[in-house]
T-cell receptor, first 112, second 115 residues
Framework: QKEVEQNSGPLSVPEGAIASLNCTYS??????FFWYRQYSGKSPELIMF????GDKEDGRFTAQLNKASQYVSLLIRDSQPSDSATYLCAVKRGSTLGRLYFGRGTQLTVWP | GAGVSQSPSNKVTEKGKDVELRCDPI?????LYWYRQSLGQGLEFLIY????????KSGLPSDRFSAERTGGSVSTLTIQRTQQEDSAVYLC?????????????FGPGTRLTVL
């Protein structure tokens, strides 16, 4: 079982729709969770982080965490073509200092 | 302020040669990480430095890979006797503090091609 799993996609949504990206993780001791956006040929860019169960909103982005289900998601409201990218879920395990465990990413395409 | 910088941005080398990749973290960040990303793959952890502590080398794929961090700032990743499977984008990240929330910020990467 992989540490962090994501649907590879591709996920395709129309402009203005809600895009839902999902991630599961295997270590129950994981403490903090991150979403990175990676445009083709570019390095990952941090867009959201969440540490507590529940929802965290930042503009059009909402991160949701459910530690009991070992599940974290990212919702993008009013999706724009500029949101088209690969979204990487990353997890920091409680038992391991420092390093992040990354999923392989979900490719999102928002079509006009 | 300046972000994480890496050099060179691109490196083409011949199989068997040694290469050095450099990373300058964000000023004041005490933790520094190296990852690599092969085409279409996720990020693979290589090594992690935190202050003066011994680095976490658990992700280095072979003894051909080594890294050092001088003066708690700049880091160099060295790959000896490069192989074609070493071709990837090598990404450096830094964070303010390993404890707490550990938000990592990435540099632009070095694209390594081994012919």
């Amino acid at each position: 079982q992989k540490e962090v799993e994501q649907n590879s996609g591709p996920l395709s949504v129309p402009e203005g729709a809600i895009a839902s990206l999902n991630c599961t993780y295997s270590d129950r001791g994981s403490q903090s969770f991150f979403w990175y956006r990676q445009y083709s040929g570019k390095s990952p860019e941090l867009i959201m982080f969440i540490y507590s169960n529940g929802d965290k909103e930042d503009g059009r982005f909402t991160a949701q965490l459910n530690k009991a289900s070992q599940y974290v998601s990212l919702l993008i409201r009013d999706s724009q073509p500029s949101d088209s990218a690969t979204y990487l879920c990353a997890v920091k395990r409680g038992s391991t200092l420092g390093r992040l465990y990354f999923g392989r990413g979900t490719q999102l395409t928002v079509w006009p | 302020g300046a972000g994480v910088s890496q050099s060179p941005s691109n490196k083409v080398t011949e199989k068997g040669k040694d290469v050095e990749l450099r990373c300058d973290p964000i000023s004041g960040h005490t933790a520094l990480y190296w990852y690599r990303q092969s085409l279409g793959q996720g990020l693979e952890f290589l090594i992690y430095f935190q202050g003066n502590s011994a680095p976490d080398k658990s992700g280095l794929p072979s003894d051909r890979f080594s890294a050092e961090r001088t003066g708690g700032s700049v880091s160099t990743l060295t790959i000896q006797r490069t192989q074609q499977e070493d071709s990837a984008v090598y990404l450096c990240a830094s964070s303010l503090n390993e404890a707490g929330y550990n938000e990592q910020f990435f540099g632009p990467g070095t694209r390594l091609t081994v012919l």
